[in-house]
């Protein structure tokens, strides 16, 4: 029972910013990675940063030096600060988490119910 809930989407002006979180809650150990994808009306959903337990990170080319893919792990949070947005990065984003339950060393993906940024003048 693991829940994974994003906020912060909204509507921004090309060029502004915006910041994402997300939060798993639930039947938690810890979480290995964790990532935002996003997914534009009549295209497949595509990665756009991830954040692993340890802090390394990467990012899709379309993003790099214009958002930041942080966590707090003792929240269970990862964020994604969004600056210099443009209208292609509109889309609907998605938080995924790797879970690790409490035994194992293998993590299960979660993913939230989706947040939608639009840039648009």
């Known amino acids: 029972q693991v829940q994974v809930v994003e906020s912060g989407g909204g509507l921004v002006q090309p060029g502004g910013s915006l910041r994402l979180a997300c939060a798993a809650s639930g039947s938690i150990f810890s979480v290995y990675d964790m990532g935002w994808y996003r997914q534009a009306p009549g295209k497949q959903r595509e990665l756009v940063a991830v954040i692993a337990s340890g802090g390394s990170t990467n990012y899709a080319d379309s993003v790099k030096g214009r958002f930041t893919i942080t966590r707090d792990n003792a929240k269970n949070t990862v964020y994604l600060q969004m600056n210099s947005l443009k209208p292609e990065d509109t889309a609907v984003y998605y938080c995924?988490?790797?879970?690790?339950?409490?035994?194992?060393?293998?993590?299960?993906?979660?993913w939230g119910q989706g947040t939608q940024v639009t840039v648009s003048s």
């Open positions: 995924n988490c790797k879970v690790h339950h409490g035994y194992g060393l293998v993590g299960r993906d979660y």
